[in-house]
Structures are given as structure tokens and as C-alpha cells.
């Protein structure tokens, strides 16, 4: 067959077509990050508000009393400071970093994204003990129990009056100002390494950012909260500030919430030139209004700060909870911090590596698995049946 110019030119454009057809295809198809990122968002918001409900209108949401010691007068002056303070400080950061940007600028920024991420993070303060208590707050501060027991499969032992302690004036406030802090501390620390060495690579920048944090946080909790007694970590593993104390400081913790700071930290710092951080990434191809795509980019970030706790704070630290060490006789002294859990005073030994794991039947504090007594002898909850036993079969 003969090719005239026509049909060279019919043939070049078919080509081009197919070209622009086949490229067209893997860019329709291509994964949209901020799409899963606030599909996950939503989910973990349902989660939350189902929890929640279900704690508030169930059996658990029962005041822990602080037993037969009363605390010292200065852990009760900085609980009811704190718990004055957390709240309206928490708020006044909300207004600031979310409410004043939408009222001047009519835009949800970044920092206002993570600030309404931070105001919800408290819902996972418990969570590390799922399988097993290691740390306890202080139940003179007002409290409602704790929503633990609301979430599905949760084993750890408690019931009404007596389980796991949340300060509810303190915690949901104390974690929007903590991380705001650490939110501009962690990128202040990575934009001065920068700038002294710039050849510094993503990992070393990182590294920078976890010194700055283990930093901080040895002041924050170790210095501060600690041994003003808010909360404890008594079941906590490796070498400890202040051992032997009530307020030891356990080096898990150090680690972990350092990994969590600096963790919400590179979030907000590392970002592409559209300005977005890592779960944001494709939000200017959606075919959404301005508002939704907001909507849509704030869920992602809301995700990415609650993946960012969940896996380096409670995933590691539920491993902790299910094999801590003895709890130090200057905590267990102080009804305030057993909180009904263990020890005296209660039918339970306290946690440590020869008191085995327990079962808790979040629907019927008569059941559940049996456990041991402080002076070692095994329980059997009233309404919980042990597994039947059965002869060996013999050999015909």
C-alpha cells in the first residue's frame, strides 16, 4: 500500500491519540493519598463518638474515689490548678489557631487542622492498657472512670468505682497546649539544624527533632508532672528517672512519647511544594468546592496526627502494659494511685512479672477470667465458668 501525505498525517494523530489515551489511563487510576487518608479520618471519628456514647450512657461512667489516703496538700493545689487551666487554655489555642484564621481569612489552615486534631487525641491516653495496667492518675482529680471499657475486646481488669483513671478537666485541654508546643519546638529544632548544616539529610533532621523532644519531655513529665502526682508509671520497663520513687520516670515512656512528638512535628515541617504534608498529598486533583476540599484535607489530617499516636506511643506501650515490672511500694502505699485496681484494699494483686494476665468482662463484673489475690491465692469470678476437662481417650 502506498502512503501519501494524508495518510502519514491520518496515522500520526491516531498514534498521538492512543499516546494521549494510554497516559490518560494510569493518571485516572492513580491513588489519591488524601482520599484514604480522610476516609480513615472519618472512621476513627465515628469510633470515637461511639465510645464515648456508649461510656456516658453505660455503667462505667462512675466516679473512682481516692480510698483511705488523702493526697498532700501540693498534689491537691496543682490538680486543681490544672484542672482550672487545661480546659480554657485549650480553648483559647482553638480560637486562635482555628476560629480568628476563619473569621479574618476565611480559610482552615494547617495549624488549625492539627489544633482540632490535638483536641480530640485525649480519647487515646488510656488506650496502652488494653491488655495491661502500667501506669494510673490520680483518682482525687474529678473523674468519671474512663471510657476504656466502651471499647470492643478491651482486657484489662476494672469495673465501677474501681478501674483505670481519667482526669476529664485535665487531659482533653493538656493535649492540645503539650502538642501545640511540640508541634513548633520540633520544626524550630529541624529549620536551626538546617540552617547550621545544610548538607543535613530527612533522617538527620528527624534525629535533631527526637533530642529536642526527649528533652522537653524529661521536663514536662518527669520534672513537672510527675512528682506534682497527676499521673504515674509504675509498671513502666528499662532505666528509670527518680527509681524507687512514686514518680519514677521509665525510660519506655521517654522513648515513646518522643517518637510521638517528633512524629506530629515532621508532619507539619515536611512538606511538597504545594505546601502539603504527607496525607494531604493530592488534594488539588479533586473535584470538590473549596470547602469540601477542606473538609476532606482536615479529616486527613485528623488521621495522620491519630495514626501518628496510635503507632509510636500505644502499639509499643500496649507491650509494656502486658509485661510490667513490680509496681515500687512508695506508689502502691497511696490508695490514690491504685485506684481500686490492686492491692490493698482489693481482692487483686497488683502487676508485675509473676501475676499472671487477666481476662475483664466488660458486661458483667461477676465474670471474667480468674485472676490472684495479693496474698497469691486464685479467684474464681462468681459468674465464670472454667473450661470443662476431659479424660484422655484410650488407645483401643
Not at 476532606?296 to 509499643?316: E, K
Request: proline share 8%; net charge positive; hydrophobic share 45%.
Amino acid at each position: 500500500m502506498v502512503t501519501t501525505p494524508a495518510t502519514a498525517t491520518r496515522k500520526l494523530r491516531t498514534a498521538d491519540a492512543d499516546v494521549q489515551s494510554n497516559s490518560a489511563v494510569p493518571e485516572a487510576r492513580r491513588v489519591v493519598p488524601v482520599k484514604w487518608w480522610a476516609g480513615l479520618g472519618a472512621v476513627i471519628l465515628a469510633f470515637i463518638t461511639y465510645v464515648l456514647i456508649d461510656w456516658a450512657t453505660g455503667p462505667f461512667f462512675e466516679r473512682v474515689p481516692t480510698g483511705p489516703t488523702d493526697p498532700p496538700t501540693y498534689m491537691k493545689v496543682a490538680m486543681v490548678f490544672f484542672q482550672a487551666a487545661s480546659i480554657p487554655v485549650g480553648l483559647g489555642l482553638i480560637g486562635w489557631f482555628v476560629v480568628r484564621p476563619l473569621i479574618r481569612q476565611h480559610r482552615l489552615t494547617l495549624d488549625g487542622m492539627l489544633v482540632l486534631a490535638f483536641s480530640t487525641l485525649w480519647f487515646q491516653d488510656p488506650l496502652s492498657a488494653y491488655g495491661g495496667h502500667w501506669f494510673t492518675y490520680n483518682s482525687w482529680a474529678i473523674n468519671y472512670g474512663a471510657w476504656v471499657h466502651s471499647v470492643p475486646g478491651w482486657l484489662s481488669n476494672g469495673k465501677p468505682g474501681a478501674m483505670l483513671v481519667e482526669p476529664i478537666l485535665i487531659m482533653p485541654g493538656l493535649y492540645v497546649y503539650v502538642f501545640v508546643i511540640t508541634m513548633f519546638l520540633g520544626c524550630w529544632a529541624m529549620r536551626r539544624a538546617k540552617a547550621k548544616w545544610p548538607q543535613m539529610g530527612t533522617v538527620g533532621l528527624i534525629g535533631v527533632c527526637f533530642v529536642a523532644m526527649v528533652g522537653f519531655d524529661i521536663i514536662l513529665e518527669g520534672v513537672i508532672f510527675m512528682p506534682l502526682g497527676i499521673w504515674e508509671y509504675p509498671g513502666g520497663r528499662g532505666p528509670a528517672i527518680f527509681s524507687g520513687t512514686y514518680h519514677a520516670f521509665p525510660l519506655n515512656e521517654v522513648v515513646t512519647v518522643s517518637a510521638t512528638f517528633t512524629a506530629v512535628a515532621c508532619l507539619r515541617y515536611f512538606r511538597n511544594d504545594r505546601g502539603q504534608t504527607l496525607v494531604e498529598r493530592g488534594a488539588e486533583r479533586l473535584r470538590l468546592s473549596d470547602r469540601a476540599q477542606t473538609v476532606v484535607r482536615a479529616l486527613a489530617v485528623f488521621a495522620g496526627v491519630h495514626v501518628a499516636l496510635f503507632m509510636t506511643y500505644n502499639v509499643p506501650n500496649y507491650w509494656i502494659g502486658i509485661h510490667s515490672k513490680e509496681w515500687q511500694r512508695d506508689l502502691l502505699d497511696r490508695s490514690y494511685f491504685t485506684d481500686g485496681l490492686c492491692g490493698q484494699g482489693t481482692d487483686r494483686a497488683c502487676p508485675g512479672p509473676g501475676v499472671p494476665l487477666s481476662r475483664n468482662d466488660n458486661t458483667d463484673s461477676g465474670k471474667g477470667s480468674a485472676y490472684i489475690t495479693p496474698d497469691g491465692k486464685a479467684v474464681i469470678p462468681p459468674n465464670t465458668n472454667l473450661p470443662a476437662q476431659y479424660p484422655f481417650r484410650s488407645n483401643p
